[in-house]
């Protein structure tokens, strides 16, 4: 009896360490490396860790990996088929995946048993965001927004605006939530995106510097800074940008996509078209089974200029 409960003990403890290192990759942008903690989590007791295996399908769908994210959640349908709860998050990781019809169905789902869910209703504002319905994502914020003054929503309700190239909208919408000395990174690089948007560059790298003042390693921030710093002609300090950037480890598709994206743009700025060519192929040849439309635009845009 009590080599049971000393076992029962050491396996949860086991659980909550494997637990902090998922976390702890997932936040620097290194999920494969989340995801091998998330399954020794699952071989030991998975039907008692679910939490761990709806993890795993957000992280497969951060790199892309569409089969695995799928099958985690066929998964969890099986050890729960009466929670509901599952098709939510499944919503996120459609989300998470650009598969914004598919996450709106998960979500309606979810609502006939939930009506009124603050997140879902969020969540499908995002989904009409991304598929450019920019009037149904505003109703669905403003729907949010009425029964609570969410921050995210205000956020997203910013991106909106910035897609719509109403810019003072935008910055305005952040201004509500922005107060003196705020250190919050996704308010401040919410800011620095809306100021991009704009064209305001100066007031983008204030906001950029602000964040990579106290996280350094920030990786998405850098790659926005560089682009900036392209933008302002800084082209020498640019390009050290992007070069840090190359040797940090994540393997986030999107924060990948953006990546090659903005130094593609930059050297154009430079007019190094044939490097942004072969830098467009180098994501191409490198990550297949990503999402090409936006590089594909990139390359041929290029290409009609030389």
Do not use: W
Request: with cysteine; charged share 30%.
């Amino acid at each position: 009896m009590i080599k049971k409960k000393l076992h029962n003990i050491m396996t949860k403890r086991i659980i909550k360490d494997y637990f902090k290192k998922a976390d702890y990759y997932s936040d620097i942008l290194q999920y494969k490396k989340a995801i091998t903690y998330l399954d020794k989590i699952c071989a030991i007791d998975k039907y008692n860790n679910l939490d761990a295996l709806t993890l795993k399908g957000f992280f497969h769908a951060h790199v892309y990996d569409k089969e695995n994210t799928i099958r985690c959640f066929d998964e969890l349908f099986k050890i729960v088929p009466d929670d509901v709860g599952v098709c939510y998050n499944k919503g996120i990781a459609y989300r998470i995946l650009n598969e914004n019809e598919l996450a709106l169905h998960c979500f309606d789902k979810f609502l006939v048993e939930n009506p009124g869910h603050i997140d879902s209703l969020g969540y499908k504002g995002l989904c009409y965001l991304y598929l450019g319905e920019y009037d149904k994502a505003l109703d669905y914020f403003d729907k949010v927004l009425e029964k609570e003054n969410s921050t995210i929503n205000l956020l997203r309700k910013s991106s909106c605006y910035s897609m719509l190239k109403m810019h003072d909208e935008a910055i305005k919408s952040i201004e509500i939530i922005l107060e003196p000395g705020c250190e919050n990174v996704t308010v401040l690089g919410t800011m620095c995106n809306a100021y991009m948007y704009k064209g305001d560059y100066e007031n983008a790298l204030a906001y950029a510097d602000k964040i990579l003042k106290n996280n350094p390693n920030d990786i998405l921030i850098t790659i926005m800074k560089s682009k900036i710093l392209a933008e302002l002609g800084k082209f020498n300090e640019s390009l050290e940008g992007f070069k840090r950037v190359s040797k940090m480890e994540f393997d986030d598709y999107d924060v990948i996509n953006e990546y090659y994206k903005y130094y593609g743009q930059s050297l154009e700025l430079m007019e190094k078209y044939d490097e942004a060519l072969k830098l467009y192929e180098e994501y191409l040849n490198k990550y297949p089974h990503f999402p090409k439309d936006e590089i594909l635009k990139e390359k041929e845009k290029i290409m009609e200029m030389i």
